[in-house]
T-cell receptor
Framework: NAGVTQTPKFQVLKTGQSMTLQCAQD?????MSWYRQDPGMGLRLIHYSVGAGITDQGEVPNGYNVSRSTTEDFPLRLLSAAPSQTSVYFC???????????FGSGTRLTVV | AQSVTQLGSHVSVSEGALVLLRCNYSSSVPPYLFWYVQYPNQGLQLLLKYTSAATLVKGINGFEAEFKKSETSFHLTKPSAHMSDAAEYFC???????????FGTGTRLQVTL
């Protein structure tokens, strides 16, 4: 059972480049979320989804897009990378709000 | 809107001493509350959760937390710290009808000999 898989683990981008962070879960979870983690700021919600075809914005959505075409996958797209998007990104999934979320191991992104 | 405040960004305890990590929450509806632990260069792991059943919740690795509605608190404790407990700990709240999880800014626990 792989849980939540994030790829890549590390990425360096140049300002203005675009890329997609991949997230896949094999637990048939309906809820999925993307967070970014910055020192001293905890984890902040970027976008979340309550099921295939349904997404919504979180606390810091600007500069990011998501889609949820299947239950398993929830990719995060950076449209035009900026140095302010340098961060560690975590994807998480849950079957039920009461069970809490299962987190992936993260993607460390550096924008130069 | 919900929010979480974790008092103390760094806490240092001696091995064998009591661990107390503080968390206060704000929620307009009855919340679900969680504590997560993050070891260096890893993702977050669920320690324990409160979901409106027993107010004293026991989790993994000997940790427990008590939900106190009157104090809007959910402090994390462990009677005796171990070196392996050194990590960053996050408190999180999910309001009664939403699927979003809001995190505190984290507390880094250092355990010394």
């Amino acid at each position: 059972n792989a849980g939540v898989t994030q790829t890549p683990k590390f990425q360096v981008l140049k300002t203005g480049q675009s890329m997609t962070l991949q997230c896949a879960q094999d637990m048939n979870h309906e809820y999925m979320s993307w967070y970014r983690q910055d020192p001293g700021m905890g984890l902040r919600l970027i976008h979340y989804s309550v099921g295939a075809g349904i997404t919504d914005q979180g606390e810091v959505p600007n500069g990011y897009n998501v889609s949820r075409s299947t239950t398993e996958d929830f990719p995060l797209r950076l449209l035009s990378a900026a140095p302010s998007q340098t961060s560690v990104y975590f994807c998480a999934s849950s079957s039920d709000r009461a069970h809490g979320y299962t987190f992936g191991s993260g993607t460390r992104l550096t924008v130069v | 809107a919900q929010s979480v405040t974790q008092l103390g960004s760094h806490v240092s305890v001696s091995e064998g001493a009591l661990v107390l990590l503080r968390c206060n929450y704000s929620s307009s509806v009855p919340p679900y509350l969680f504590w997560y632990v993050q070891y260096p260069n890893q993702g977050l792991q669920l320690l324990l959760k409160y979901t409106s059943a027993a107010t004293l919740v026991k989790g993994i690795n000997g940790f427990e937390a008590e939900f106190k509605k009157s104090e809007t608190s959910f402090h994390l404790t462990k009677p005796s710290a171990h070196m392996s407990d050194a990590a960053e700990y996050f408190c999180a709240v999910s309001p009664g009808t939403a699927s979003k999880l809001t995190f505190g800014t984290g507390t880094r626990l250092q355990v010394t000999l």
